[in-house]
């Protein structure tokens, strides 16, 4: 079965630092990955979406970046994090299924501060 | 205009009682999916149902299923004999078109909470 991993899973961040957050997914090939940033009581924003590696998608301008280094790892980065930045991340993926479904599932997210 | 609607920001339902979740879109397109996750305190979006547009069935999954109505454009989730753990946040998203768009748009979300 597949399953995906993010770390860490909380973490605190002065204002200007770095920040590298991880997604890796385990027992399926050339998955879709992407990244998602929910603020508090609210839906989902996608970030990022990549289809192979080293492709990526961005879907809002932000200070954020991302990666794709590996087929199954999926990181999402910045040079220099604003309090803006704060929320909960939650990467997913989803099989290249034919029919359409391409159901996405989620990892357990990272809730990030930015203090 | 919004493109998915959840009219209930909350909702309390005493346990075993079905349950009922609003869900309304807004597209042009013929082919599109939709989707219910469930997002536990814990914070992980869990994969519940979904239901294509081409579908002539109701989409089922244990004690979910999707009352689809599709001139209405409305995707209602309903929980059967809800339990407990049930108490979450419920979110409906769509997407649009074909294979390759991978853009899901989400509603706002419904808290559900049960009463034992």
């Known amino acids: 079965s597949q399953t995906i991993h993010q770390w860490p899973a909380t973490l605190v961040q002065p204002v200007g630092s770095p920040l590298s957050l991880e997604c890796t997914v385990e027992g399926t090939s050339n998955p879709n990955l992407y990244w998602y940033r929910q603020a508090a009581g609210r839906g989902l924003q996608l970030l990022f979406y990549?289809?192979?590696?080293?492709?990526i998608s961005s879907e809002v301008p932000q200070n954020l970046s991302a990666s794709r280094p590996q087929d199954r790892q999926f990181i999402l980065s910045s040079k220099k994090l604003l309090l803006s930045d704060s929320g909960f991340y939650l990467c997913a993926w989803s099989p290249l299924l034919a029919g359409g479904k391409d159901t996405q599932y989620f990892g357990p997210g990272t809730r990030l501060t930015v203090l | 205009a919004q493109k998915i609607t959840q009219t209930q920001p909350g909702m309390f339902v005493q346990e075993k009682e079905a349950v009922t979740l609003d869900c309304t879109y807004d597209t042009s397109d013929p082919s599109y999916g939709l989707f219910w996750y469930k997002q536990p305190s814990s914070g992980e979006m869990i994969f519940l149902i979904y239901q294509g547009s081409y579908d002539q069935q109701n989409a089922t999954e244990g004690r979910y299923s999707l009352n689809f109505q599709k001139a209405r454009k409305s995707a209602n989730l309903v929980i059967s004999a809800s339990q407990l753990g049930d108490s979450a946040m419920y979110f409906c998203a769509m997407r649009e078109g074909q294979r390759g768009n991978y853009q899901l748009i989400w509603g706002a979300g419904t808290k559900l909470i049960i009463k034992p």
């Open positions: 990549s289809v192979g590696i080293g492709q």
